[in-house]
């Protein structure tokens, strides 16, 4: 008999990464556990073994999404999480390339295009920022506000995966 390739295996592990009032935390769940997770503890909730996609916004009802968020393709998905990942810590266009390597990021228009996309998908403005600050001067920078939680929960390749380090 076929095993159904669309059901997740009930011993698969999965890598929840979260942040929230800091430090970022890791911890390996199971299938069990990564189902019992409450999109509602974070402002920022991405389960990629699921699809599920919440993101709550400042003052209106949460935006929900399955498998994608419109606009953001896998650059700006890079850009997010970098600045996921150092949250309060504003990147310029030189540290966001020295981080990824991608020379699109040298260009301030490119992240510029690439924040507009992030802050639509977010449901936020440049003038009314919820999740990213920029800081125009002296030069060019953005960050994701540290007052705000994320988790992000990823599917291990191997049943008995541990945390790559």
Not at 26 to 48: C, G, Q, S, W
Not at 50 to 65: A, D, M, V
Not at 104 to 130: C, D, M, P, Q, T
Request: charged share 30%; aromatic share 12%; glycine share 4%.
């Amino acid at each position: 008999m076929k095993r159904d390739l669309r059901r997740p295996r009930t011993d698969a592990k999965y890598l929840d990464t979260m942040y929230k009032d800091s430090p970022i935390s890791e911890r390996v769940v199971t299938h069990e556990e990564m189902l019992a997770i409450k999109p509602e503890e974070t402002d920022f909730y991405y389960n990629e073994a699921t699809g599920k996609i919440r993101i709550q916004r400042h003052e209106s009802p949460p935006l929900e999404y399955f498998g994608f968020m419109p606009g953001i393709q896998q650059t700006t998905w890079l850009l997010l999480t970098e600045l996921m990942f150092t949250p309060g810590i504003f990147l310029g266009t030189h540290e966001l390339y020295r981080r990824t390597k991608h020379e699109s990021f040298l260009s301030r228009a490119n992240v510029s295009a690439y924040l507009k996309r992030i802050r639509k998908a977010l449901g936020e403005s440049g003038k009314a920022s919820w999740y990213l600050w920029t800081r125009r001067a002296p030069d060019f920078a953005v960050c994701w506000h540290a007052d705000r939680s994320w988790r992000i929960i990823e599917r291990l390749a191997e049943p008995d995966a541990t945390v790559p380090r």
